[in-house]
Structure formats: C-alpha cells, structure tokens
C-alpha cells in the first residue's frame, strides 16, 4: 500500500524493469545507473523518499564516489535516512572496491622501471591515499627479480609532511630480504611536485641503503588522479 504522506513511489511499488534489483539481473550491472547501483547497497530509502532518491541525495551532498568514500562515518550519517547501518554498507561496498584494486595490482608480477612503480602504486595505494587529508610515508620492497615482496604503511602524519625513518626503511628492507625499495607518499594538497624535503629524503635514503646494497628504485608521489602521480626516477631526481 502506498503511504498517503509520501513524496514517491516506493519501489517495490514502481514497474519491475525499473527495479534497481531486477534491471541488474535482467540487464547487468554495467548498463545500471550509479544511482541505481547504490539503491541495491541502500536497500530502503526513508520517508519521503524512496532507496534511489536517497542515493542520488548522497551522492550530490558528497560530490560522488569519491567524496563518500573520503568522508567519515559520522559525515554520511548526517545525511537525514541514513543511520549507522546504512553508512556502514556503504563504506564496506566501497572498501571492497579498493581491494579490488589491490588484487589487480597482484598482477604486476616485475617493477622495472618508472611507469612499471606507477601502475603499482596507482592500484595498490591511489584508491586509499589520492583523497587522504593526513600525508602517509609508505615503503614497497622488492626482491632480486624486482617481484613485490610485500608493502608497508611506514609514518603518517598530520596535514603537511610526514618525515619516513631511514632506520625503519633499513630495517623493513633487511628483514625482508629486499634488494631493492620504492619509497611513497601522498601530497594531501594533490599537488605533486616534488618539495626540498621531498629530496632530501630521497637522496638520505639512497645514501644509507646503498651502504646495505639496496637499490632505491623510486620515489613515488601519489596526486589526485592517475596523471598526477610523480615518479622521481622518471623526472632524473634519483
């Protein structure tokens, strides 16, 4: 039964082609519209509106995907119809959406040269650090055939800078077995030019894990987009 005081339709009362659930099975999920897509995540709208209005209400508050997933829970919440629950299934679908990503990046098997670092970096750590407000220093160690061992979060800091240990880089990289590292970081403002301090670091890093016989590979800033990121070795600054 439809409510009196209502402003929409609710969709289980709306014709079944048009049923976000239903248009995906019969349809697939490419040919949905985001807002569609999002409706299924919702599930039910609040009063007033229906599962697809609240979605397109959030996604216009936030600007899109990416400002959801770069405000917090309590942000999303604050968004009328959407409680705790809600925000929590929002930022789990897009959680998995960023693993994704890093699963493709699993599929990089050689890191050889300044696009090879990119396109690892851009999966692995662009969908968590592109839209970061705080600034992570973060290492990628890498063995004798240049494969990915593993990765790892070094420093975060606040809204400026964040100052990586050449101790800990050192230590990472020995107890791994690394003969070779990439070194990451985000600039919150997006810009990615590479700062003074930006090169100091770079230049105290090779320096010291030279001495260990680890080559540092790259130096990596992580921008807002795809084409702002920064590889040092790829601008000569290594």
């Not at 770069?70 to 998995?96: D, T």
């Not at 600034?135 to 420093?155: G, M, S, T």
């Amino acid at each position: 039964m439809i409510d009196p005081d209502s402003k929409s339709l609710p969709i289980p009362e709306w014709i079944e082609e048009e049923r976000p659930r239903e248009a995906l099975f019969a349809s697939g999920t490419e040919t949905l519209a985001l807002s569609k897509l999002f409706a299924i995540i919702l599930r039910t709208g609040r009063r007033g509106l229906n599962a697809e209005e609240l979605s397109r209400m959030i996604l216009n508050a936030f600007s899109g995907l990416r400002g959801i997933d770069a405000a917090s829970l309590s942000e999303i919440c604050a968004i009328k119809g959407i409680g705790r629950a809600k925000a929590a299934q929002v930022k789990a679908a897009l959680e998995i959406g960023k693993r994704l990503c890093r699963e493709e990046a699993k599929d990089i098997k050689k890191i050889e040269n300044p696009r090879h670092a990119i396109d690892f970096v851009s999966s692995y750590y662009g969908p968590y650090l592109r839209d970061s407000q705080i600034e992570f220093a973060c290492l990628i160690l890498l063995d004798r055939r240049r494969a990915p061992i593993r990765a790892v979060e070094l420093q975060k800091g606040g809204h400026r800078t964040v100052d990586a240990s050449l101790t800990q880089i050192v230590r990472e990289a020995v107890l791994a077995s690394a003969s070779a590292i990439i070194l990451v970081h985000n600039h919150p403002s997006g810009h990615t030019e590479p700062s003074a301090d930006d090169l100091s670091l770079t230049k105290a890093v090779s320096d010291v894990c030279g001495l260990f016989g680890i080559r540092l590979m790259d130096h990596v800033i992580v921008g807002k987009n795809r084409k702002d990121y920064c590889s040092l070795a790829g601008r000569g600054l290594l």
